[in-house]
T-cell receptor
Framework: GQNIDQPTEMTATEGAIVQINCTYQ??????LFWYQQHAGEAPTFLSY??LDGLEEKGRFSSFLSRSKGYSYLLLKELQMKDSASYLC??????????WGAGTKLIIKP | ETGVTQTPRHLVMGMTNKKSLKCEQH?????MYWYKQSAKKPLELMFV???????ENNSVPSRFSPECPNSSHLFLHLHTLQPEDSALYLC?????????????FGSGTQLSVL
């Protein structure tokens, strides 16, 4: 079966760095998405990786290793507004999105 | 004006009621989606419309009935729902139905079935 694993909840301190991991098992692979969802709000697109390596966008970076079926989202200089759920989703060979259950990130002062 | 707008934001209904959820996108996209989001569970894709035609129906019970009258509007008609249908229902759109397109979501309708 197809599956995405990511931690249910993580806690980090304002100003610090946090890494949210995501492992996937899919039938084929056509890329991996990260979305951010604040409580009661719409999920918003953060990143899409299809090639191995690290892509940086300001304070957020996303990494992909296709051989390991692994991705992570790296958040630097954490701010209180980064408290949210982070959703990992992999695109399989049929271009179907397989979603993880999300990681709730709690930022403490 | 936000890209994808959903109404109502909250809905409480009895199991015998009939109600409809509405979604409107102002992005000129050609594909629209309904997702179900339950607490601590992955997003579940319910329906996909591409160029106003339904292209996916993922084994969703018939008590959920989608309608896409034009490329900007999407409805989800609800009737005879069960308590386990209580969840956040999210609408999304994308430029095309290719799978590799990023999705633009609405804020959702929080549905409670009593």
């Amino acid at each position: 079966g197809q599956n995405i694993d990511q931690p249910t909840e993580m806690t980090a301190t304002e100003g610090a760095i946090v890494q949210i991991n995501c492992t996937y098992q899919t039938s084929g692979f056509n890329g991996l998405f990260w979305y951010q969802q604040h409580a009661g709000e719409a999920p918003t697109f953060l990143s899409y990786n299809v090639l191995d390596g690290l892509e940086e966008k300001g304070r957020f970076s996303s990494f992909l290793s296709r051989s390991k079926g692994y991705s992570y989202l790296l958040l630097k200089e954490l701010q209180m507004k980064d408290s949210a759920s982070y959703l990992c989703a992999a695109l399989d060979s049929n271009y179907q999105l397989i979603w993880g259950a999300g990681t709730k990130l709690i930022i403490k002062p | 004006e936000t890209g994808v707008t959903q109404t109502p934001r909250h809905l409480v209904m009895g199991m015998t009621n009939k109600k409809s959820l509405k979604c409107e996108q102002h992005l000129g996209h050609n594909a629209m989606y309904w997702y179900k989001q339950s607490a601590k569970k992955p997003l579940e894709l319910m329906f996909v419309y591409s160029l106003e035609e339904r292209v996916e129906n993922n084994s969703v019970p018939s008590r959920f009935s989608p309608e896409c009258p034009n490329s900007s509007h999407l409805f989800l008609h609800l009737h005879t729902l069960q308590p386990e249908d209580s969840a956040l229902y999210l609408c999304a759109s994308s430029q095309a139905r290719t799978g590799a397109e990023k999705l633009f979501f609405g804020s959702g309708t929080q549905l409670s079935v009593l």
